[in-house]
């Protein structure tokens, strides 16, 4: 690896990361979707193949699906079991988490994978792996919750099991119609997000053991995009690709700028932004003066920057005839990962004056990953493999198991309890 790919790679990890932070403030699916998005916006945008730049928006739209389906996992209880002060329910939190973290990566650094690798010689058929994947999910959830009883985190969503059951289909699938880089990318970054949950809850233990005046769950957050994004990007920059690339019809354009730019948007905004939310936010946790007030502008001006920004996009791709170039993706990710962080500050009470700490470190990372994108130079290695190296692969996942082993007995006794401990046995 030489430094340029490495810088390329870290670019991307950045990337996943602070967007993954941000997402933290909005959460669920359509939070983990928007992260997503600007994450393969940014590897789209240091690949320097011209090819990827034409099918920007399609790749983008299948990112953000990948990385928004595991939205809907809930984890605030296994993460208070990683917190536990004996080892058995501090082992199995930190377990489960790299297991909910290894869904994550497998969807969205998977389906990232998968619109890059389709060409004109093997097309994805996108409505029958998206069927597929919708029955593996009600058949893994009906065998695992329904009569197994399987339980992670009673008495909250089992919604994890529909991820495994729609992870397992999707990786069926690629292996079926020959797409080896996605499945190789796809098992790559569920090991690097897997590991970044659980490590991200190992350090989240140690900074409030030591009370570390800052908000350690945004960086547990952080810790799962940063690995997450760092696997994506090592899989895919040391992967084959097809060296022809499946035409993007304008109709498809104009439905992933709706979804993308309009739609996803609209429903963080909807969701967390708009009267009601940002108004019982601002009364109950934010302490801003005037919280109706305060809500009221929240809300209004989220709007307005909501429909700019996609004015903005909107018309700069507009302009486009003869296919995307690095000028146009540049413009696009610095708006739209401009704008998700202005949305963090905005629901943190910036209009109330109100603006922690690692808020402020977004602006920072962005402006360290703007740097990282003007390194010249190709991200990709000179000897890209074909298939993953299924042996190699099992030795990292056996270490990185090990390595929670010893966090997890680490954890323990840093501690005789923490506020928000759970225990599951």
Request: net charge positive; aromatic share 12%; charged share 10%.
């Amino acid at each position: 690896m030489n430094k340029n790919q490495a810088l390329h790679i870290l670019m991307v990890g950045m990337t996943l990361g602070t967007a993954w932070a941000v997402r933290g403030h909005f959460g669920h699916e359509q939070g983990a979707a928007w992260a997503g998005g600007i994450a393969t916006l940014g590897l789209i945008l240091v690949s320097r193949r011209k090819d990827w730049y034409s099918k920007m928006l399609p790749t983008v739209l299948a990112a953000s699906v990948g990385w928004g389906i595991t939205g809907m996992i809930s984890y605030g209880l296994v993460v208070g079991y990683g917190m536990s002060n004996n080892y058995p329910n501090a082992l199995y939190g930190l377990t489960m988490l790299f297991a909910i973290g290894t869904l994550f990566g497998v969807l969205g650094g998977g389906l990232t994978g998968l619109s890059l690798e389709s060409s004109k010689e093997r097309k994805v058929e996108w409505g029958v792996l998206f069927a597929q994947m919708g029955m593996g999910g009600l058949i893994v959830y009906g065998l695992l919750i329904r009569q197994l009883e399987w339980l992670m985190t009673p008495p909250r969503s089992e919604a994890w099991a529909i991820c495994l059951g729609a992870a397992l289909a999707f990786l069926w699938y690629t292996a079926r119609k020959g797409f080896p880089a996605t499945t190789r990318i796809s098992l790559i970054t569920g090991i690097g997000t897997g590991f970044g949950f659980a490590f991200g809850n190992f350090l989240q233990i140690v900074g409030m053991v030591a009370e570390i005046p800052f908000n350690m769950w945004n960086v547990m957050e952080y810790s799962i995009g940063f690995f997450g994004g760092i696997a994506l990007a090592y899989g895919i920059f040391t992967s084959v690709w097809p060296q022809t690339v499946s035409p993007v019809k304008a109709w498809e354009n104009r439905v992933a700028f709706v979804l993308v730019f309009l739609v996803i948007p609209f429903v963080v905004f909807q969701q967390s932004l708009s009267f009601d939310p940002v108004i019982e936010r601002f009364r109950t946790g934010a302490e801003v003066v005037q919280p109706e007030l305060t809500g009221k502008i929240s809300s209004i001006s989220s709007l307005i920057i909501l429909v700019i920004s996609a004015a903005l996009i909107g018309y700069r791709l507009k302009k486009v005839h003869t296919g995307f170039n690095v000028g146009d993706i540049r413009f696009v990710f610095i708006v739209y990962f401009s704008v998700y962080i202005l949305f963090g500050y905005i629901i943190n009470g910036v209009m109330g004056g109100k603006a922690a700490l690692n808020i402020h470190l977004y602006v920072v990372n962005l402006i360290v990953i703007l740097m990282l994108t003007r390194i010249q130079g190709s991200p990709f290695s000179s000897h890209p493999l074909l298939q993953v190296d299924s042996r190699k692969l099992f030795k990292v996942l056996v270490a990185v198991i090990l390595f929670i082993t010893v966090m997890s007995f680490i954890a323990v006794n840093l501690h005789e309890g923490l506020p928000g401990t759970q225990n599951r046995f």
